[in-house]
């Protein structure tokens, strides 16, 4: 931090010290060493995060969108010329063109360093990626007679209801147990009925995985690796907005869980899980889904994770 520039035009109507606002810029710093690539939006959510947790005193307007307000990024960025924030880029044309040398180069060197500053061995590495599992799968191929121009197959409903699975795999092939993130307000013990030993579960509307669920994610990871910062792991997933909060980041620092995010737009074809492991156990699911049809005429697959218990086991190498 020794070559930013730091403006002294601070007033008292500021939101942050100097101080304060030194200490955001080095959660900004970190998320961009780490390929977070800060937008605009991202920083003013980040801003506001900081703002709470300090108890500072901001403008009302910032809880109607959890976010600082825009004359607050423009002043910031103004007190701060050294720092470069990135604009959003169109999703389909940055997942195309997000797969450069320039980008893997620069992460694998940012990954060697790691390597060469902490000497992980290959049960302190961990992939960690979530993925979405609906209550209703495409059936697996059945036989039927040549003739036949249609098959048909029975499948729980029309559409199915969305769970999140966060697999957390290390670079030996061990699994830690999962962690399942439900459609419902709260969470309920019944939806872990017949999960993985240590399993957990989180709860929002949605489903997927957010900024304020990340956290318990490593609390969790720290109770099952004993990560300490004397005994720290190297934790590899990718950028999306959920993994990056001054929470996560705060706790991940005192923890001893170093993170290192796959550059934007390159999971597809950088993330271990991802590439090899979630097609296979797609697959596996869908046939767990078929026997359970099968076996249960007219009844159908709620979030309850009965049917992908036997299917974690086999392809996570985790004891059942």
Avoid at 59 to 84: C, E, I, L, Q, Y
Avoid at 223 to 251: G, K, M, R, Y
């Amino acid at each position: 931090m020794s070559n930013l520039q730091v403006s002294s035009k601070y007033t008292v109507k500021q939101v942050f010290t100097m101080q304060q606002e030194r200490e955001l810029v080095d959660y900004v710093i970190k998320c961009a060493n780490f390929h977070y690539g800060l937008t605009l939006v991202q920083l003013r959510r980040l801003a506001y995060e900081f703002a709470v947790k300090l108890n500072a005193k901001y403008p009302v307007s910032w809880d109607s969108m959890k976010t600082a307000g825009k004359d607050w990024a423009a002043s910031f960025r103004k007190r701060h010329p050294n720092m470069s924030l990135r604009k959003a880029e169109n999703t389909s044309a940055a997942r195309s063109f997000g797969f450069t040398k320039t980008a893997v180069s620069g992460f694998y060197s940012l990954l060697r360093s790691c390597y060469d500053k902490y000497n992980f061995p290959p049960n302190r590495i961990f992939n960690l990626d979530e993925s979405g599992i609906t209550t209703v799968l495409n059936g697996p191929k059945v036989l039927a007679q040549k003739s036949q121009k249609q098959v048909g197959q029975f499948v729980s409903r029309e559409r199915g209801e969305l769970v999140t699975f966060v697999g957390i795999v290390n670079a030996t092939g061990t699994a830690l147990p999962p962690v399942y993130v439900f459609p419902r307000v709260r969470f309920k013990d019944e939806f872990l009925k017949n999960a993985p030993l240590g399993s957990i579960g989180l709860a929002n509307k949605s489903g997927w995985m957010t900024a304020d669920l990340f956290p318990e994610v490593l609390k969790h990871i720290k109770h099952h690796t004993n990560c300490s910062l004397d005994n720290p792991i190297l934790l590899l997933f990718d950028n999306h907005d959920s993994h990056c909060s001054i929470e996560s980041i705060e706790f991940a620092r005192e923890n001893g869980i170093l993170c290192l995010s796959f550059p934007p737009h390159t999971s597809h074809r950088l993330q271990p899980l991802d590439v090899s492991v979630y097609g296979p156990f797609k697959g596996k699911l869908k046939i767990a889904f078929n026997d359970w049809h099968v076996s249960n005429v007219g009844k159908q697959i709620v979030i309850h994770i009965e049917t992908s218990h036997i299917t974690f086991c086999i392809l996570f190498n985790t004891k059942m």
